[in-house]
């Protein structure tokens, strides 16, 4: 039986003493021993919205003798697990962020495969391999790490998408492709600039980008607080990933 629509998040501007809604991550905590297969299916959502994110990060932790072809068979299969299987047996302790539950399943999962290899090249068991010996080869990131700045990555593209097409709904679309560059980063250009571009005033372009970026803010959060547990939790994932976001523009 399919779970029931899960509410939509509360505006940004609702009352500070407000119940937390129902979000995918909450749950998949308040299910997963109640109602097992509600919870699975939350929890795929997530993993569906984050699968670019999720074969991001089984590309760049890959170790050196692993193909990229089979990093790409080893994210389409542990989709299909998180699926299939019970993923939560996995995992000893109630992970408070999505984010974090995630790469808990993304370590386990890519060391038994890379056990499976290993045992497959030598004709026979081998020696279980350790998560410090599958840290992200060439790089000084932690898998942990790598998943965060995919994670915001793709959370920033989500948020983007959906500003996009509600724009274009409301017949905004030319400006909002004229003025997507600005919303986040270091690339702002002078509202007098923009204005001559856009046939505008300088005024008049100041309040489209206010309204464009809270729009911005307002998905992005939305989109945050499907992976969290309370507000609080929210606040602090907004802090972090708003950081890798802006931090990725400026490169």
């Given at each position: 039986?399919r779970?029931?629509?899960?509410?939509?998040i509360?505006?940004?501007?609702?009352?500070?003493?407000?119940?937390?809604?129902?979000?995918?991550?909450?749950v998949?905590?308040?299910?997963r021993?109640?109602a097992?297969?509600?919870?699975?299916?939350?929890?795929?959502?997530?993993?569906i919205h984050?699968?670019?994110a999720?074969?991001?990060w089984f590309?760049?932790?890959?170790?050196p003798w692993i193909?990229a072809a089979?990093?790409?068979e080893?994210?389409?299969?542990?989709?299909?697990f998180?699926q299939d299987?019970n993923?939560?047996?996995?995992i000893?302790?109630?992970e408070s962020?999505?984010?974090?539950?995630?790469v808990?399943?993304?370590?386990?999962?890519?060391?038994?495969?890379?056990d499976a290899?290993?045992?497959a090249?030598?004709?026979?068991?081998?020696e279980?391999?350790?998560?410090?010996?599958?840290?992200?080869a060439?790089?000084?990131?932690?898998?942990?790490?790598v998943?965060?700045?995919?994670f915001a990555?793709?959370?920033?593209e989500r948020a983007?998408?959906?500003v996009?097409?509600?724009?274009?709904?409301?017949?905004k679309?030319d400006?909002?492709?004229?003025?997507?560059?600005?919303?986040?980063?270091s690339?702002?250009r002078?509202?007098e600039v923009?204005a001559a571009?856009l046939g505008?005033t300088?005024?008049?372009?100041?309040?489209i980008m206010?309204d464009?970026?809270?729009?911005?803010y307002?998905?992005?959060?939305?989109?945050?607080?499907q992976?969290?547990?309370?507000?609080?939790?929210?606040?602090e994932e907004?802090?972090?990933?708003i950081?890798?976001?802006a931090?990725?523009?400026c490169r």
């Open positions: 039986m779970p029931e629509p899960l509410s939509p509360e505006p940004l501007g609702a009352p500070a003493g407000a119940a937390f809604p129902a979000t995918l991550w909450t998949v905590q308040q299910a021993s109640e097992p297969d509600r919870a699975l299916e939350a929890l795929h959502t997530l993993c984050y699968q670019r999720i074969h991001a590309q760049r932790s890959r170790p193909p089979r990093a790409e080893w994210a389409q299969d542990f989709l299909v998180m299987k993923p939560f047996r996995r000893e302790r109630r962020r999505f984010r974090s539950f995630l808990s399943c993304l370590k386990n999962f890519l060391r038994d495969r890379i290899e290993r045992a090249k030598r004709g026979g068991d081998t279980h391999v350790s998560i410090a010996e599958i840290q992200v060439g790089e000084s990131e932690s898998l942990e790490e998943l965060d700045a995919e990555r793709e959370i920033h983007l998408a959906r996009e097409s509600n724009w274009a709904q409301k017949g679309a400006r909002y492709a004229a003025l997507k560059s600005q919303i986040v980063g690339a702002a002078p509202y923009l571009e505008l300088a005024n008049h372009v100041k309040k206010f464009l970026r809270e729009a911005y307002e998905t992005l959060r939305d989109e945050v607080a992976t969290v547990p309370d507000r609080q939790t929210l606040e907004m802090r972090y990933l950081g890798l976001i931090r990725e523009q």
